[in-house]
């Protein structure tokens, strides 16, 4: 098994849907679209799935409406993004190095880095 072939999240695919629309293509170049897709799964909660005709049988049409609206909304968040870039100007241009990442292993949790179940001791 190849979790990269056999599973997938199903909101990649209506983000793409999203940005292959033709105000998005005529707008942005690749590299842009590429952050904008970034960008708005960052702000969605993943649907990973096997396949799709699985899924979409058995996913109420309510709940894709819902699921698309979603996509759409996080694709415009990120469009604000895009537009209102500050790399765009930078007259600096020197990379920042760290020569040695430090963890503090004592620091909470993000809330998006929290197994959804916990183990019980």
Not at 72 to 83: H, S
Not at 88 to 100: I, Q
């Amino acid at each position: 098994m190849q979790i990269s072939v056999d599973v997938h999240n199903y909101m990649e695919t209506l983000v793409g849907q999203v940005l292959a629309q033709p105000e998005y293509i005529e707008n942005f170049d690749h590299e842009q679209l590429a952050d904008l897709a970034c960008l708005a799964l960052s702000q969605l909660r993943p649907v990973y799935i096997r396949h799709d005709i699985d899924f979409l049988s058995a996913l109420p049409e309510k709940r894709l409406v819902t699921l698309k609206r979603y996509a759409a909304i996080a694709v415009e968040a990120a469009e604000t993004m895009i537009v209102d870039d500050r790399r765009k100007n930078r007259k600096d241009e020197v990379p920042v190095v760290f020569s040695k990442q430090v963890f503090d292993d004592d620091i909470e949790l993000e809330w998006f880095e929290k197994p959804l179940l916990q183990k019980e001791k």
